[in-house]
């Protein structure tokens, strides 16, 4: 039976402790501590609109990996009307929505020229979801897309967990990211790279777009496996 015809996956357990399980919403975060959305002020630049400073993570000088930043900006590029991301800097700047967006190595978001509060809110837990595989898990310190691969022993336990397809909002997405990754395994060139990259697209997608967490945790999955897939054949 290949991925198109299959209604469920298996997926491993992990830890309570650990990243992929905690994640870094936002919502979530202003619960816990108030001031992880620093201040709001009105742009300089531009009557009516507002800027934001958002903290991931408090007094932490390296919370989020840039190469791994960087790697799944470029997954989700053909998204942004404009992004730079240098790994050397831990900064990428990015156009997204008409807003445009900063992310820093330190788990710092500003947001800029967005409408109100409530829009701040909503680009902060998207941006969330966006640099969540690039945060460094505090069990092993290693990127979360690690951790998501099964790569890392010390954050996914051998047991599995069978996911159904029919149970989980925008499941298509998941569905057609693991077909593609499948395929991807059978090819090779271009038609490898198609595949591969295809399958990175629809996994950062469904992560951003899920409603909740824990369903975001399977694109998370998907998405470690196929940059795990991609670093092997390179």
């Known amino acids: 039976m290949t991925v198109g015809e299959q209604t469920q996956v298996l997926v491993p357990k992990f830890r309570e402790d650990c990243l992929v399980s905690?994640?870094?919403e936002v919502r979530d975060l202003l619960k816990v501590r108030k001031e992880t959305i620093l201040y709001v002020q009105?742009?300089?630049?531009?009557?009516?609109?507002?800027?934001?400073?958002?903290?991931?993570?408090q007094a932490k000088e390296r919370f989020i990996d840039p190469t791994a930043l960087c790697w799944l900006l470029e997954t989700h590029r053909r998204r942004f009307?404009?992004?730079?991301?240098?790994?050397?800097?831990?900064?990428?700047?990015?156009?997204?929505?008409?807003r445009e967006i900063s992310i820093f190595k330190n788990g710092k978001l500003k947001i800029q020229r967005a409408l109100n509060r409530e829009e701040i809110l909503r680009l902060a837990n998207s941006v969330s979801?966006?640099?969540w595989?690039?945060?460094?898990?505090?069990?092993c310190g290693q990127p979360v897309l690690r951790c998501a691969s099964g790569d890392c022993e010390r954050c996914a336990s051998a047991e599995k967990i069978i996911m159904r397809f029919g149970e989980i909002p925008n499941a298509e997405l998941l569905r057609k990211g693991y077909l593609n990754l499948e395929k991807a395994q059978k090819l090779s060139g271009d038609e490898f790279e198609k595949s591969l990259r295809t399958a990175e697209f629809l996994a950062l997608h469904f992560t951003m777009?899920?409603?909740n967490k824990e369903d975001a945790v399977l694109g998370l999955i998907l998405l470690g496996?196929?940059?795990?897939?991609?670093?092997?054949?390179?």
């Open 22 to 24: 905690k994640g870094i």
């Open 225 to 234: 496996k196929a940059k795990k897939l991609g670093t092997r054949k390179s």
């Open 129 to 131: 979801r966006l640099v």
């Open 81 to 98: 009307a404009e992004l730079k991301c240098s790994p050397n800097l831990g900064v990428a700047k990015l156009k997204w929505r008409g």
């Open 42 to 57: 009105p742009c300089a630049s531009e009557r009516g609109k507002l800027m934001a400073d958002i903290e991931l993570q």
């Open 209 to 211: 777009e899920s409603p």
């Open 133 to 139: 595989g690039a945060a460094l898990c505090e069990v």
